[in-house]
């Protein structure tokens, strides 16, 4: 049995984004989670998967196709989607290796449960849970929310949830669609019309549903970085991650030499109390056009762009289908991609702390398979163990290698010169691209202090740099 319902507005943007993804790189969607069952029962274990099967439908929907429109269904009681293999484990490093294996293998878009699993256990003890669940269903903070509440569940069988549960993700749609929305809907729909009347034209190539394109991606990784920004968003009085869209805005506007540029911001749309824990896929795009105008103080271009930032998330839960038919009549966008081009997200998995004494040396490190699809520039920071992450993903058509460690560099450059001197200009930033810095913010010595994976001779060879071990 199941009940079929309209997808909400954050499963609605998941499915369209994930089938633009090419037929063989659905897999990219997938989010993986290693849950430690040392100390639990089979019985306990089982136990805990089937009451969180029961507590959260996106653990028992499909998704399905009527008329060309995607709609989900809620099954009463499918068999959990989990393995169960018992076996002797060889090193500590088995389990992210089972689950990264695991997160290989795609879901289809129509048809099957978006989440899967392998229970492993040694001589009937279970050890540790390797799953992959699809983006279809699931947003990163939902993953983290299913683990909160299993490991509860492996306390205490009757533990209830520390936040509610509902609406479920049925009930959200149908409120998304209420005429009480109207009014906000409206004025969503006019914040598109107005940006898609005034965005500049094709300043980033639109690439096609399902193709491939080359890309190239390195991640700056930076505890220093991370305590900077900090700094600065408290002297402002904004926040870590509009600093550093700010000056990741300035830097790839330069480059691209196009001004304004617009960027599109992953919103979580969870800023009501009611949807903060809320166990499905709530992310959506919005485009924030940034003004990067050289004479402007970075104090007063980081400003700027936080409270243009801020005042874009308040229509950052839409209708995709419906910003789509608007794009559309504009005339100047086609698809998913064509409407959003150059992505910014910003993590923070954690609550560990920053360190300002902590002098780490940071490293740039090339990654030799990347996503060969996608956004021409797509810029994701991760805030995990006190360490700041810029994972830059660019078409080398537009920013070839060295570009690329340019904008990183710049971006470091940016944010230290806001910490020190607030009242410098963007044209300052632009001429003090030469200076030194310190190691522990962005890699000293040039090209040969950056790392690159082994295997990836394309990659040397494009870059020019050496491999460090």
């Not at 947003?139 to 929310?145: A, F, G, I, K």
């Amino acid at each position: 049995m199941f009940v079929e319902a309209p997808l909400s507005f954050g499963q609605l943007y998941s499915w369209r984004e994930i089938d633009a993804y090419p037929s063989d790189g659905k897999q990219e969607a997938n989010l993986p989670a290693t849950w430690d069952l040392r100390g639990s029962t089979l019985d306990q274990v089982q136990l805990a998967l089937r009451q969180l099967v029961q507590r959260h439908e996106p653990l028992r929907t499909t998704y399905h196709l009527r008329d060309g429109v995607p709609v989900q269904r809620i099954h009463a009681d499918p068999p959990v989607p989990v393995e169960l293999l018992d076996r002797v484990i060889t090193d500590a490093g088995e389990p992210d290796r089972n689950t990264a294996e695991l997160i290989g293998i795609g879901f289809p878009m129509t048809g099957e449960l978006c989440w899967r699993g392998v229970q492993v256990s040694s001589d009937g003890a279970p050890m540790y849970l390797s799953l992959s669940f699809s983006h279809l269903i699931l947003d990163v903070w939902s993953v983290l929310e299913l683990q909160t509440q299993f490991n509860d569940l492996l306390a205490s069988a009757d533990a209830q949830p520390a936040h509610p549960v509902e609406p479920a993700p049925r009930e959200l749609a149908c409120q998304q669609r209420q005429d009480s929305t109207r009014t906000r809907q409206a004025a969503t729909e006019r914040y598109w019309r107005r940006l898609l009347a005034t965005q500049p034209a094709d300043q980033l190539p639109a690439l096609a549903s399902g193709v491939r394109q080359d890309r190239i991606q390195a991640t700056l990784h930076s505890h220093r970085l991370g305590v900077l920004a900090a700094k600065v968003a408290r002297t402002h009085g904004v926040t870590p991650p509009a600093v550093l869209l700010a000056i990741t805005a300035a830097a790839v506007s330069e480059h691209l030499g196009a001004e304004p540029i617009t960027v599109n911001l992953m919103s979580s749309n969870r800023f009501a109390a009611e949807h903060r824990h809320l166990v499905t896929t709530m992310n959506q795009l919005i485009p924030v056009l940034v003004r990067v105008e050289p004479g402007s103080s970075l104090a007063e271009h980081i400003t700027r762009v936080h409270w243009a930032a801020a005042s874009a998330y308040r229509y950052s839960s839409y209708d995709l289908d419906q910003v789509l038919a608007i794009a559309a009549e504009s005339g100047a966008h086609s698809g998913f991609n064509g409407l959003f081009r150059c992505w910014f997200n910003y993590l923070q998995l954690d609550a560990e702390p920053l360190d300002p004494a902590r002098r780490t040396p940071a490293e740039l490190v090339w990654e030799p398979s990347a996503r060969q699809y996608g956004q021409p520039v797509d810029v994701r920071v991760t805030v995990r163990g006190g360490r700041t992450s810029i994972a830059l993903r660019a078409d080398p058509q537009i920013m070839p290698a060295e570009a690329l460690a340019g904008v990183l560099r710049t971006v470091c450059q940016g944010v230290a010169l806001a910490a020190s001197n607030p009242a410098s200009s963007l044209a300052d930033l632009r001429d003090s691209r030469g200076e030194d810095l310190p190691a522990a913010l962005f890699p000293p010595g040039g090209p040969a202090q950056t790392r690159i994976s082994a295997g990836a001779g394309w990659l040397r060879k494009a870059v020019g740099l050496a491999v460090r071990p």
